[in-house]
């Protein structure tokens, strides 16, 4: 069974800077592609970003275009996400999220990930 292990989240002021970071469980674990996902309460669950392990390709959802970066340690099995200008808006629970078969056309589809972190939460004061 592998598990994904979040870690990162905490309290910053608006303009500043976090970084999550995202361990899978098992090194042997091949995923096609990892990323993150948010969720703000009485809100949908909302894409941030993915990464392809084939070619390193990113995807970014369009509220965090330009402001957040992710990257991967293949080495580790380990995702970051680096959030820089943060917003107020961007409070939320941040979960990992992995797949070994998901295809291009569904990376930004939370549905389509088999395997998910436990959460973690971002809090942005203003």
């Known amino acids: 069974q592998v598990q994904l292990v979040e870690s990162g989240g905490g309290l910053v002021q608006a303009g500043g800077s976090l970084r999550l970071s995202c361990a899978a469980s098992?090194?042997?674990?091949?995923?096609?592609?990892m990323g993150w996902f948010r969720q703000a309460p009485g809100k949908d669950k909302e894409f941030v970003a993915t990464?392809?392990?084939?070619?390193?390709?990113?995807y970014y959802g369009d509220s965090v275009k330009g402001r957040f970066t992710i990257s991967r340690d293949s080495a580790t099995n380990t995702v970051y996400l680096q959030m820089d200008s943060l917003k107020p808006e961007d409070t939320a629970v941040y979960f990992c999220?992995?797949?070994?078969?998901?295809?291009?056309?569904?990376?930004?589809?939370?549905?389509?990930?088999?395997?998910w972190g436990q959460g973690t939460q971002v809090t942005v004061s203003s």
């Open positions: 999220a992995a797949d070994p078969r998901i295809i291009t056309s569904q990376l930004r589809n939370s549905g389509a990930y088999a395997y």
């Open positions: 098992a090194r042997t674990f091949s995923s096609r592609a």
């Open positions: 990464i392809r392990t084939s070619g390193g390709f990113t």
